[in-house]
């Protein structure tokens, strides 16, 4: 079993280390130990994100090809991702067909209208970006 201060060491020797500075702007400046150590723990956790069995699933969910799959820069995806903060969540719903539009929200309320409130189209996950309705525009 690992001893509080061991593993207060190797969190010292690792990961970040509170050693702040004061600047112009007021902000702390952070360094980091072993910067390396940090990036390859970093890659290890992608990696496992991107286990086999969710490589099967998605594969077999589009219909990829493990040359397509290869095909596709994961690392910019994941960037590019970090670029919507706030807007994450939305944006894997969109990507995967999961949005909450009327279409998907019918299969479990019967009751629910399918169609666009500012257009009156059918309102589908695709629809969102192309619905020609003024009011969807301020969204």
Partial sequence: MTTTNELSKELEDIAIVGVLE??????PNIHIRHWDKVIRTIHQLREEVM???YVTWIR?????S???FNEI???AFHRAMTQFEG???SIRKYIHGWLPVAEMVQR???????????????ERQDHILQCPGEQS???
């Fill in 73 to 75: 820069t994961w690392d």
């Fill in 137 to 139: 525009k301020a969204h």
């Fill in 60 to 64: 077999s969910k589009y219909g990829w």
């Fill in 51 to 53: 286990s086999q069995e």
């Fill in 66 to 68: 493990m040359k397509t």
């Fill in 22 to 27: 004061e600047t112009t702007q007021l902000q």
């Fill in 87 to 89: 807007h994450q969540n």
């Fill in 108 to 122: 479990y309320n019967k009751n629910e209208i399918t169609m666009c409130p500012c257009c009156q189209g059918r």
